[in-house]
């Protein structure tokens, strides 16, 4: 499994992943063309010095993804740190250590931009990648709140 910075070429397998499982598929639109907002939400991701949009390629087919963002703070004095989000593996390809790799992949990433610790959110339905996330060493040490406007 290799991983690279994502090109809008690779959009379509992207929102493919976001929408491979029950959260997704009720929340992504799939298909061709792909939905504008996809490509504008791409354009602003990769025109952003912080963040990473990745994906995971197995024999040359994106099979994951995920956008990683560095966040600089005053807080924890001064500690950069870097957010996970969108952590997507291709449902037929779960439990076999590829979303392990893309995760340390990404944690090496975050330590060479000076980061000094990683951070992110999962939703509270998916008891599966919680047990995946500690058992990379993630604590929950956190409640989160999100609020649509």
């Known amino acids: 499994m290799s991983f690279r910075r994502a090109t809008r070429d690779d959009l379509p397998a992207i929102v493919t992943l976001l929408a491979d499982d029950v959260l997704g598929r ?4 799939g298909g ?3 939905d504008p907002r996809y490509v504008a939400g791409f354009d602003a ?3 952003d010095p912080r963040q990473t949009l990745v994906v995971a390629e197995l024999d040359g087919v994106v099979v994951g993804t995920m956008q990683i963002t ?3 703070g005053i807080g924890r004095l001064g500690a950069v740190r870097g957010q996970f989000e969108a952590v997507h593996i291709a449902e037929s390809l779960r439990g076999q250590g590829h979303g392990a790799a893309m995760i340390r992949w990404a944690m090496d990433h975050c330590r060479e931009q000076g980061c000094a610790f990683v951070q992110l959110t999962s939703d509270r339905r998916r ?3 919680h047990s995946f996330y500690e058992g990379l060493g993630f604590a929950p040490s956190h409640v989160g709140y999100k609020k649509f406007l």
């Open 26 to 29: 009720s929340r992504e639109i």
């Open 32 to 34: 061709e063309p792909l």
């Open 70 to 72: 560095i966040l600089p």
């Open 45 to 47: 991701v990769d025109a």
């Open 127 to 129: 008891a599966g990648a």
